[in-house]
């Protein structure tokens, strides 16, 4: 069975639906169980598609399939209105937008943040992949103007960040450090040396939320357990590089006006 987790302030809106899906209810199996969608994965493609599909299905899709990306860590946000025809490639951006009823569109992670974002009023949905670069580079801002390029109204728009790595997780080296804080002086609270350690800590989240309150929408609500700590919920490319695995799962986020 699967098990989203839901944020509040999303599942008060009446015709949006939503899930920051686990790993948990799915066909896969290995290091993929159960949960994995992410074609870009080394996983058996039969799997993925019925897991894929039973999001959709979760959700009320009209279709048997996620709109999802081929994510490059960039800004660039897309509008769809249909899911792609077979065999064509997926469109190149972080961050999806749609007010077509019934497709359900949604972001593929394993440690960056997954961002969930819908103007009711408007019946426009956008969903983000917001790893440290495209958050520091913009992809929140974008996916903002995306949506009001399809008719929403920052102030109406309600965000939720979903399950990404964890602060505590997220120890990172001194070139990372001073390249966030050169491109965006407002991370720097965002760092903290823990006692007894030498490396930093970003507070990816933490980071996002800012970004998006920052941005003057209604509401940013912070859905966040930790990816890298929570193996029975989450797959997590930091864990599975550090174990030294050849590949890792990807669970999805998703969202739709029904």
Known sequence: MLQPLHALSLASLAN???????????RSQGIYAELNCGFGSSDDKSAVAENRRSISDHLGGRFDD?????QEHGTLALSVDRPPSQGDPLPRADAVVTRVPGLVIGVLTADCTPVLLADTEAGVVGAAHAGWRGAVNGVLESVVAEMERNGARRARI???????????????GAEYHAT???SDSSAAPFFRVP???QKAHFDLPGYVTMRLSAAGLCSV????PCTHENESQFFSYRRATQRKELDYGRQISAIVVA
């Open 16 to 26: 949006i639906r939503h899930g920051f899906f686990t790993r948990v209810g799915g």
């Open 66 to 70: 996620v709109v999802t990306l081929y």
């Open 158 to 172: 309600v965000a939720a960040v979903g399950p990404c790595i964890s602060q505590a997780a997220y120890e990172v």
């Open 180 to 182: 966030v804080t050169a």
């Open 195 to 197: 006692a007894g350690g």
């Open 221 to 224: 609500e912070r859905q966040a």
